[in-house]
């Protein structure tokens, strides 16, 4: 049995031991069988064997590590990267819902409730995490947040305001075309999801999984990762079959991904007066963009929708 | 009798205080242009250049612009500066771009976004992809 098929089951508190490669391979396992290989119930079925709580995350050596062995600049950078999740869970929990109304059949309904779940769950990892690992001493979960609000980049904002909450509120006033759910799920699962946070996941793990280090954050992000993966799942699984029902929705795809995307390049900007995360984390802006595309690529490609772009690997001799 | 080192002096203060005044963009300078012909783009990009965006991809960007006032320039993009030359350069490039005159000088004047210049498949990209991702910096992307 690989690695990638024992993350499926395994416990919160081994999570962490895998690479964060598997853990995405995963995903794309899923999504190579097509969208006809796992079923809604399925998907639902994995999410009650996947649970796992917050409770159960020791925070402890993390506390040490932070204090003793990340350099100032490194824990300056990852401050920034940290808000942008503590928030975006916090913000596409409450997003959520219109999306449950909205959707087309009573399976599809279900599973976007657990994922609402799943969102909240998130967001309580990472109170959890300020609390206990960054010492953040603010009374609720409102003061923390508000804390590190000005951490958060342009692209956030626009990404998770305008971009996100125009696709909801339209569900919100009533509008529950296949058109519109259609442009939710590229915003929330395949660009913000599928492409942003599981981009964002692979590089913060990896690098402290290189340095041995931050191991409750560790199996905590990596159970956040895995939930995502099975949310991407049931929205690449939403797409490919709105596209094979009605083949005007790859425009729709198009024009959607050409509002978002833009939005969610500029995410991982870092506020003013900072760098990127340059090499104190081992990777770069330009890192993680091409990575982001690479992996939007791949999804598209799952859902049979060719890439609005033309990006080819290798130059070719003028 | 003028010193010849005075204007060497003096160009990279010019530079900072260009780029001070345009917070690095290019958009800035040619708010006011009625017509840009992407030659002129060319001769900003140094001016412009921004090397601590998007982190230490250094590499040759070939950017062909297609239509009216097009052609080929080259880019040695360096971890601190930038150098442009018209026409292909010697080697394969790391990157190659491909861009029609209009969008061109849309991304210049930051009327488009780079990122979404190419998810709408107006530019399109051989290689190395964040060498691309670089240059937007320095128009109104970033």
């Known amino acids: 049995m690989t690695a990638i098929d024992t993350i499926d089951t395994a416990a919160i508190e081994r999570l962490g031991d895998y690479a964060p490669d598997d853990v995405i391979a995963a995903v794309d396992g899923v999504l190579s069988q097509g969208a006809g290989a796992v079923s809604y119930v399925e998907l639902y079925h994995r999410w009650e064997r996947q ?25 300056r950078q990852l401050m920034w990267f940290m808000a942008l999740f503590f928030h975006g869970e916090e913000r596409v929990a409450m997003e959520l819902t219109p999306f449950i109304d909205a959707a087309p059949t009573p399976d599809q309904q279900i599973f976007l409730t657990t994922q609402v779940v799943d969102e909240a769950r998130h967001a309580r990892f990472f109170d959890k995490f300020y609390r206990e690992a960054l010492g953040f001493t603010e009374p609720t979960i409102g003061d923390r947040l508000a804390a590190v609000k000005d951490q958060l980049s342009g692209g956030f904002t626009e990404l998770f305001g305008p971009v996100l909450t125009g696709v909801t509120n339209r569900m919100r006033r009533g509008d529950h075309s296949l058109e519109t759910f259609v442009r939710g799920i590229v915003t929330y699962h395949l660009t913000i999801e599928g492409v942003v946070a599981l981009s964002g996941q692979r590089h913060v793990l990896q690098f402290f999984r290189e340095q041995g280090m931050m191991p409750g954050f560790r199996n905590g992000f990596t159970a956040v990762a895995r939930d995502e993966s099975r949310h991407v799942n049931f929205g690449m699984k939403f797409l490919k079959e709105a596209v094979a029902e009605e083949p005007r929705m790859i425009a729709v795809i198009h024009d959607q991904l050409a509002i978002a995307i833009p939005a969610a390049n500029r995410i991982f900007d870092p506020p003013p007066g900072e760098n990127g995360p340059g090499e104190m984390l081992g990777f770069t802006m330009g890192d993680l963009h091409a990575y982001g595309f690479e992996t939007l690529q791949k999804r598209l490609h799952s859902i049979d929708v060719p890439p609005p772009f033309h990006w080819k690997r290798e130059v070719a001799a003028a | 009798m003028v010193s010849t080192a005075a204007p060497q002096r003096l160009i990279p203060r010019l530079r900072n205080k260009v780029i001070r005044s345009t917070q690095g963009r290019m958009a800035p300078l040619f708010k006011r242009v009625p017509y840009l012909p992407p030659a002129m783009t060319f001769d900003a990009l140094p001016v412009v250049y921004k090397p601590e965006y998007g982190g230490p991809a250094q590499g040759i960007l070939e950017i062909q612009v297609t239509g009216a006032g097009g052609g080929t320039w080259t880019l040695d993009i360096k971890p601190d500066r930038l150098k442009v030359t018209r026409g292909p350069g010697d080697r394969l490039p790391d990157t190659r771009m491909r861009v029609d005159s209009r969008t061109w000088t849309a991304m210049a004047t930051g009327r488009i976004d780079g990122t979404e210049a190419f998810i709408r498949g107006r530019l399109e990209v051989e290689g190395d992809i964040r060498l691309s991702i670089k240059l937007d910096s320095c128009f109104g992307g970033h």
Do not use: G, I, N, V
Request: glycine share 0%; aromatic share 12%; charged share 45%.
């Open chain 1, 51 to 75: 649970q796992w709580r917050t409770e159960d995350l020791d925070f402890a050596p993390d506390a040490r590590d932070w204090q003793e062995r990340l350099l100032d600049p490194q824990r």
